[in-house]
């Protein structure tokens, strides 16, 4: 099993960047599908960001294409999300996802482990 932890979240000004950690403190990464989904105030957790488990294939929401990016690296078994250009729109919590599946993994259902999330607020 996964334990997934999340940091790097905080108050950035509109414009601006974060990079998001995701590591596990139990388990290897490098074994797994991993995606960021995020969950904004009334509205449902949606999704960011994936990645292969092998080939390092990503996929990403129309709404952060070109601006946010994931990637692994396997020797600090930690999976991050570089987040530039940041929007107030871009505010929500970030949860970092783990998935036992060949494919890229964009929706919720497909996820077998979570982390406790995250908080990236977006000032304008």
């Known amino acids: 099993q996964v334990q997934l932890v999340e940091s790097g979240g905080g108050l950035v000004q509109a414009g601006g960047s974060v990079r998001l950690s995701c590591a596990a403190s139990?388990?290897?990464?490098?074994?797994?599908?991993m995606g960021w989904f995020r969950q904004a105030p009334g509205k449902e957790r949606e999704f960011v960001a994936s990645?292969?488990?092998?080939?390092?294939?990503?996929v990403y929401a129309d709404s952060v294409k070109g601006r946010f990016t994931i990637s692994r690296d396997n020797a600090k078994n930690t999976v991050y999300l570089q987040m530039n250009s940041l929007k107030p729109e871009d505010t929500a919590v970030y949860y970092c996802?783990?998935?036992?599946?060949?494919?890229?993994?964009?929706?919720?259902?497909?996820?077998?482990?979570w982390g406790q999330g995250t908080q990236v607020t977006v000032s304008s």
């Open positions: 996802a783990a998935a036992r599946r060949l494919g890229v993994p964009t929706k919720l259902d497909e996820m077998d482990y």
């Open positions: 139990r388990g290897a990464l490098s074994r797994y599908a």
């Open positions: 990645l292969k488990w092998i080939g390092g294939a990503t």
